[in-house]
């Protein structure tokens, strides 16, 4: 069955980096486009990031552009969310999903996800 394990979160200051990584099994890596998606205490899912089957596009949440990248090694069949600059703000549990068709801004669109990775920026 199809698998997605996100790890790379934990506690950081303001201003510091993470690296998240979303390891996928069970689906051709390679024909999927995937998404990074964020959940706050309190508040509904959002969209961070999506990348194309292919990683020739990307696409990304005004709040996080010129901050984070979203990138994909489809040898490792995995998808990263690189964050820099973070902000108290970006504290969330971050899930990766995979479209499966769709607006890649909706959470409706992605039909498999992952269990979440916790990121919080200390102030």
């Known amino acids: 069955q199809v698998q997605l394990v996100e790890s790379g979160g934990g506690l950081v200051q303001a201003g510091g980096s993470l690296r998240l990584s979303c390891a996928a099994s069970g689906l051709t890596f390679s024909v999927n486009n995937m998404g990074w998606f964020r959940q706050a205490p309190g508040k509904e899912r959002e969209f961070v990031a999506a990348i194309n089957y292919s990683g020739s596009s990307t696409d990304y949440a005004d709040f996080v552009k010129g901050r984070f990248t979203i990138s994909r090694d489809s040898a490792k069949k995995t998808v990263y969310l690189q964050m820099n600059s973070l902000k108290p703000e970006d504290t969330a549990v971050y899930y990766c999903?995979?479209?499966?068709?769709?607006?890649?801004?909706?959470?409706?669109?992605?039909?498999?996800w992952g269990q979440g990775t916790q990121v919080t920026v200390s102030s």
């Open positions: 999903a995979r479209q499966r068709g769709g607006i890649i801004y909706d959470a409706t669109s992605y039909d498999y």
